[in-house]
């Protein structure tokens, strides 16, 4: 080869050929120069042998050349490692670089891990230049295959790392200098003709220089546990990869190491993984098995391997009885495997307490990370333990965090997403047989999520509760059984709390359990069944069952009185829940009673800042509403939100729940803008705290669409009602009123729309739903009878409309009185179908009745006097007096452009009938005023 050659060779073996090549000299001509065999030339050429010195010093000689023109292996220039990707398909296994050692065979039974293969090989070679390795850890608990996960990666990937793979076993540190010394011998690296003569420490010191070379390497550290070890083991420089196989999921990021967490096996790969060992199973009973085995793949190796000898005898039904009869840790199966692919031993409970043997109890963070462990199995299994949960059951200045740290360490538990922790059910099973004492630990986990449930109930928090409320469920059915007050007290806090996130039913289901415990405990007379029959009738009553809800309320209200008195804040409580009840009957004098006695008690007792008092003056705001009197409702309201905000600030529910309530008193007093903005702000408030689905979140929803229609922003006011259907139906189903209460204002917007045919089913729905729910003698049944009356009115249907106009009216009078606007609306719509009916004495007195009751009304409403005095207009038209007609319109026209703005159809409507009787155009259009 000529002097100054600047070609640059990534193997030995690619300088060979073109040197021999250079000297015009075939393989088998200077196998005879170097008295060698040809195979031996074609496995340097190859790549398959790593030249020794002696193979240089001879190949000096057969090319006429000074032995220091024979080009070193490990001193040549090399490129990164070129992987093929072959269209994503993992490479075969196949054939080692020369010189490598690793001891363990491909297992033919290797299921999944693709992923994470192609992960590594992607790491490996396209990071960093190769002057400087690469580190990746396969982590993990024990039992998941991360040594297999490393011989797969060998077998399949070793070939391309042409310094070869060397396999070095860290589980005991003594014998790592031994490990590190095997891999010069002449059948490996050749660093030296006489290397197993020299001394251990002269041998690993020659491994250490060759790993320091820039030739590309994969060295496998297998269960390296400790940080120091890598550190201490690892090349400071060269072309060396390292591939860490440990339990050990937390290393200091001063090393450099890439994660790789390994996970159980998906279902479909256990599936198949048992049907390698037991081709005879169904895909059901080996689903079977391995949801019985968590899918970790050691247990599914075991059982597999047991099956396949004991499983012409044994059914896969008995096998998992045998499971459940004798417990997993103790069935043979899982004790005393037989080939272990990696040979590790292939006993489970070993493996699992070579981690947790590992906890030092002599050290405090050991000490505690134990007992964290102990009290994360009490919790639902399979399920993320949130770390925050678990670092509230040691006392605050507990090293919670580092206690944590050491389980993820040990492999005892898995880092998840949102700073949460994964424990696997087979280590819970184990920790509960071998881990101390459970009762204690699971009095302790009980404690703290019942004292933390409640605080965030009654600071109306729900949010933290929610992240842990799988774990609360579990623990507070699991107590249940024990059937003790602490279970009862659990019961109670876990269904006020479901009662406040919107879930109903399980709310009930959970409170109707702890009443019957606490009456089998305490008897029908204790305060503590007060507070239970206080929470359930709130579930009544967000259910719809008012009835039921009252008689609750009342024998709470009873218990109380004669336990704590009159004057004291559980008996306003009584006296507030059951107000909001007789508020729904629509029994105003009762429910006036009882919301006054309850806010009189609470600004005695408790002054007017506190938060109860607040909810007290909220009450009494709706039913200031119900009654019509909606100035005070305002007032009220606002004192409401004042307090809220002064205690909470403007992100909690309590707030939103205000500014929800002033949205409402705005819309009815026609102040479109201003209810706008507050519901827009309880919208955004409840999304954040509660969440869309939030029975409240859809109620502010729907309520601004309310806001939008009568704006005359139909398009946008449909799509919020549907948006906010989509999801009550399937919470609530069809037949819930606040899902027929949405379908009620999807059909007034298409009644206004003039879209008729999809009015009409939405409308009848709605009216079969609150006749069920309300009764046919409530005033909220007279919202869907109007709606009817307006719709058969623009059909045509006159004799129809009168009759649901009718119903509607006699409701409203008899339950909300003459002066109510909802009365004086159904008035102005019945006057107006005698326009039309051309019964003109009777349209005169029912409009003139609305007129003067909008006058001498509580509160004034211009969007309805304007709605009256056009249907004036129109009767006054019919009979002829064009002069009166056209003054009452424009002066419907007026308050309209004032109040809706130039563009909105009541605005057009009246601008219409004006140009119409002045052009004595045809009879005017009426637009029905919303209610």
């Known amino acids: 080869m000529a002097d100054g050659d600047n070609r640059l060779f990534p193997v030995f073996g690619d300088w060979l050929k073109a040197a021999r090549q250079d000297h015009h000299l075939s393989q088998k001509e200077l196998a005879g120069r170097m008295g060698y065999e040809i195979s031996l030339i074609r496995k340097v050429e190859g790549g398959q042998r790593q030249p020794s010195l002696a193979f240089r010093q ?87 295959g991360k040594t297999q996960l490393a011989v797969e990666f060998a077998h399949r990937y070793g070939r391309f790392f042409p310094g070869g793979v060397f396999w070095l076993n860290f589980a005991d540190p003594a014998a790592i200098p031994a490990e590190i010394a095997r891999c010069g011998r002449v059948e490996h690296l050749h660093l030296d003709p006489q290397f197993d003569q020299l001394s251990q420490e002269r041998q690993v010191a020659l491994v250490q220089r060759a790993w320091q070379e820039a030739i590309p390497r994969l060295l496998i550290y297998d269960n390296c546990e400790e940080e120091a070890l890598l550190a201490q083991w690892r090349p400071a420089t060269g072309g060396c990869h390292i591939l860490i196989t440990s339990r050990c999921q937390r290393w200091d990021p001063v090393l450099g ?5 390994l996970d159980v096996l998906s279902r479909p790969q256990s599936i198949f993984l048992l049907r390698q060992f037991v081709p005879t199973l169904t895909e059901a009973e080996a689903d079977a098995i391995a949801d019985a085995l968590g899918d970790l793949p050691l247990a599914l190796h075991l059982a597999g391997s047991y099956l396949s000898v004991d499983g012409a ?13 004798q417990g997993r840790w103790h069935h043979p199966s899982l004790q005393n495997g037989r080939l272990s692919p990696t040979q590790h031993e292939n006993n489970l409970s070993h493996t ?20 964290l462990l102990r009290r994360a199995v009490c919790l639902a299994p399979g399920q993320p333990i949130p770390c925050n949960l678990l670092a509230a059951t040691a006392p605050p200045e507990a090293p919670t965090a580092a206690a944590l740290a050491r389980l993820e360490q040990l492999g005892l538990v898995t880092a998840g997403r949102n700073e949460n922790i994964r424990l696997h059910q087979l280590t819970a099973e184990f920790v509960q047989a071998y881990g101390g004492d459970h009762a204690e630990a699971a009095a302790v986990v009980a404690k703290t999520l019942l004292r933390l449930t409640e605080q965030g109930n009654v600071a109306r928090n729900l949010y933290p509760a929610r992240t842990w409320q799988v774990h609360l469920r579990y623990i507070t059915e699991t107590a249940l ?22 879930d109903y039913p399980e709310a009930h289901h959970f409170l109707e359990k702890t009443l019957t415990l606490r009456r089998h405990l305490l008897g029908d007379d204790h305060p503590d069944i007060a507070n239970t029959l206080d929470s359930l009738g709130r579930t009544w009553q967000s259910s719809s069952h008012w009835q039921k809800a009252r008689t609750c309320h009342e024998e709470a209200l009873a218990i109380r009185r004669r336990f704590y008195g009159e004057q004291h804040p559980l008996t306003a409580e009584s006296h507030t829940s059951l107000g909001l009840v007789y508020q729904t009957l629509a029994d105003s004098t009762m429910a006036r009673h009882h919301l006054q006695t309850g806010l009189s008690i609470r600004l005695a007792l408790l002054g007017p800042t506190h938060a109860d008092t607040g909810f007290s003056y909220h009450c009494l705001a709706l039913q200031d509403y119900a009654e019509g009197k909606y100035s005070q409702a305002i007032e009220k309201g606002e004192k409401a939100l004042q307090i809220a905000q002064t205690l909470y600030g403007d992100h909690h529910p309590d707030t939103a729940r205000s500014l929800n309530a002033l949205g409402i008193y705005h819309l009815r007093m026609g102040l479109y803008p201003q209810a706008r903005d507050y519901y827009e702000q309880a919208l955004e408030r409840r999304k954040q705290l509660l969440g869309l689905e939030h029975n409240d979140t859809l109620t502010t929803l729907t309520n601004l669409g309310g806001v939008l229609r009568e704006m005359g922003q139909f398009e946008a006011a449909q799509k919020l009602f549907e948006q906010g259907l989509a999801v009550q139906q399937v919470k609530f189903g069809p037949h819930h009123y606040t899902t027929a209460q949405n379908l009620h204002n999807l059909g007034a917007l298409w009644l206004e729309m003039g ?35 307006l719709l058969h009115h623009r059909l045509g249907n006159y004799l129809v ?40 004495a009777a349209a005169a007195d029912c409009l003139s009745r609305a007129h003067t009751g909008l006058k001498q009304a509580p509160t004034p409403n211009a969007r309805v006097l304007a709605q009256t005095i056009q249907a004036q207009g129109r009767l006054k ?55």
């Open 58 to 144: 001879r190949l000096a000689a057969a090319f006429n050349l000074p032995p220091t023109a024979i080009p070193d292996p490990t001193r040549l220039t090399f490129t990164n490692i070129h992987i093929p990707h072959n269209n994503g398909a993992l490479p075969e296994p196949g054939p080692l670089s020369a010189g490598s050692y690793l001891p363990l065979h491909p297992n033919p039974l290797f299921t999944g891990r693709a992923d994470l293969l192609h992960q590594l090989a992607y790491i490996f070679t396209t990071r960093r230049a190769v002057c400087v390795g690469q580190l990746a850890a396969a982590t993990g608990l024990g039992g998941i």
């Open 313 to 325: 005898t044994l059914s896969s039904q008995a096998y998992l009885q045998q499971l459940h009869q």
């Open 755 to 789: 879209q008729y045919d999809q009015a009409l089913p939405h409308l009848e729905h709605t009216l079969n739903v609150y006749e069920l729910c309300f009764g046919v003698s409530h005033p909220n049944t007279a919202f869907p009878l109007t709606s009817l009356g």
């Open 257 to 261: 190491v890439t994660h790789l967490v």
């Open 481 to 502: 059984v024990q059937a003790d007050e602490a279970a009862a007290a659990l019961g109670q806090a876990l269904g006020w709390h479901l009662w406040l996130c919107g």
């Open 352 to 371: 699992f307490a070579l981690s947790l043997r590992r906890l030092d109890k002599a050290q405090p963070v050991d000490q505690l990370a134990l007992a």
């Open 877 to 931: 038209e019919a009979l002829g007096q064009i002069d009166l007609a056209q003054s009452l319109y424009a002066e419907a026209l007026a308050i309209r452009r004032q109040l809706l703005g130039p563009d909105h159809p009541h605005t057009r409507q009246s601008l219409q009938a004006v140009t119409h009787v002045q052009q004595g155009v045809g009879r005017t259009v009426y637009y029905s005023p919303r209610q």
């Open 801 to 840: 409309a009168q009759g649901y106009f009718e119903r509607a009216l006699a409701l409203r009078l008899e339950k909300l009185g003459e002066q109510h606007l909802y009365t004086i609306i159904t008035v102005t719509c019945l006057g107006d179908l005698w326009v039309d009916m051309e019964e003109f």
